[in-house]
């Protein structure tokens, strides 16, 4: 069935007729909105035991919409079907350890049969989302949340490369700009950062080459300049790929080293400050107004104000211990165990809002950055609530 896309819904029908019917788009093809996530979280920063990428689907296929949820389940693919949109993007990944039966006996069996079953293809942007400072989870928790001065509370180490080229001076510009218009050279907010240093290179051309400079079998020595920039690894191919383009000899010297600093902007959890600190009691409240949760589950603290605010969405305790580290005066995160509670040994307030509560927000994320990249493409956000906890009080 042709789908109607949202944007040409509200767009009155003389408006329409001035334009070309290309305008709206129809389809697109899901290689092209693989390539748009990938840009917001890479899926190599997803962590060891996710699964998170296309997990039903042909990057082929074409799309007619989008609908977007934090779980994708058999109640939302059946949403999907009656919405006409053939992609489910969604946080949780449906298939998170190895399926050996389909005959519909649990509901990932079943979730993942109707997905097929109607040509409905399923993407789960999971801990790589989690995982990144801009438009992540996080962040997206931190805006609710009012925090400033926001920063990765665990940043990733071994994502980092260095790569260093060795130009003739004549190119060293076309190629540093090829270089840092690929993502290199990102430095937290610095972007085009390289370090340039002059020198010699020397090589003798053999019998078969075709160089740029020197004669063949003679020694050459050329001026040259070594540029150096910082890259995150998912970028090698891409930077590779344009500083070849632009450098002007056959075969181009560069080495890679794996770095061990810690990547600025990708890590786990984020810490911020509120503009003003806020009474315990004036705190929970914040979170809860704020995260529009039903309850919080809290540890009191010896803190008589809170002011810096650590905050993971989704199954957080596993940085309680880095955000008391880090001087949070509170840390709001989900599933929590009890043992886990006592852990915040009084120094820090550690406020469970829920795991769905913590993470709900992420499904307007996904919607903003998905119809930012395609305006005039359906992406809707899903009208089922996945949460499976309720809460009787
Ligand atoms: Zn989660």
């Known amino acids: 069935m042709q789908l109607i896309p949202k944007l040409c819904l509200s767009i009155p029908q003389s408006f329409v007729a001035l334009f070309t019917i290309d305008k709206c788009l129809t389809e697109m093809k899901l290689r092209s909105i693989l390539n748009d996530l990938s840009e917001l979280a890479h899926p190599s920063l997803q962590e060891s035991y996710d699964n998170s990428g296309l997990l039903v689907g042909n990057p082929e296929m074409e799309i007619n919409g989008i609908l977007v949820s934090l779980d994708s389940t058999e109640a939302i693919v059946d949403e999907a079907i009656e919405r006409n949109c053939n992609l489910i993007v969604a946080h949780h990944p449906i298939v998170f350890k190895g399926l050996k039966r389909f005959n519909g006996s649990n509901y990932v069996e079943r979730t993942i049969i109707k997905a097929i079953k109607n ?23 931190a805006e609710k949340l009012h925090l400033n001065n926001v920063q990765i509370l665990s940043k990733k180490k071994e994502v980092l490369t260095k790569l260093v080229v060795f130009v003739p001076t004549s190119h060293a510009e076309n190629v540093r700009e090829a270089l840092f218009n690929s993502g290199a050279g990102k430095i937290s907010d610095y972007d085009k950062c390289s370090f340039n240093s002059e020198g010699i290179g020397t090589f003798r051309a053999g019998q078969e080459s075709k160089p740029y400079v020197g004669e063949i079998g003679e020694s050459h020595h050329e001026k040259e300049v070594k540029i150096e920039v910082v890259l995150t690894n998912y970028l090698q191919q891409k930077a590779i790929k344009a500083m070849t383009e632009a450098h002007p000899y056959e075969e181009v010297a560069y080495d890679l080293y794996p770095l061990l600093n810690e990547a600025p902007e990708i890590g786990a959890g984020i810490i911020g400050e509120l503009n003003n600190a806020l009474s315990p009691s004036d705190f929970l409240q914040h979170v809860k107004t704020n995260m529009n949760a039903t309850v919080v589950r809290f540890t009191q603290s010896n803190h008589s104000s809170i002011k810096k605010v650590a905050v993971c969405g989704g199954s957080g305790s596993f940085l309680i211990k880095q955000a008391m580290h880090s001087g949070a005066d509170a840390y709001v995160t989900g599933d929590v165990k009890y043992h886990e509670f006592f852990d915040s040994e009084d120094r820090m307030m550690i406020c469970d809002i829920g795991h769905y509560e913590s993470e709900q927000f992420t499904i307007e994320l996904l919607v903003d950055f998905l119809s930012k990249k395609m305006p005039n ?17």
Not at 119 to 141: C, E, P, R, S, W
Not at 377 to 390: D, G, R, S, Y
Request: net charge neutral; no cysteine; aromatic share 16%.
């Open 377 to 393: 493409f359906a992406v809707l956000f899903t009208k089922t609530v996945t949460n499976p906890v309720n809460y009787f009080y």
């Open 119 to 141: 040509d409905i293809a399923i993407y789960a942007i999971h801990t790589n989302l989690d995982n990144v400072l801009q438009n992540g989870v996080n962040q997206k928790i």
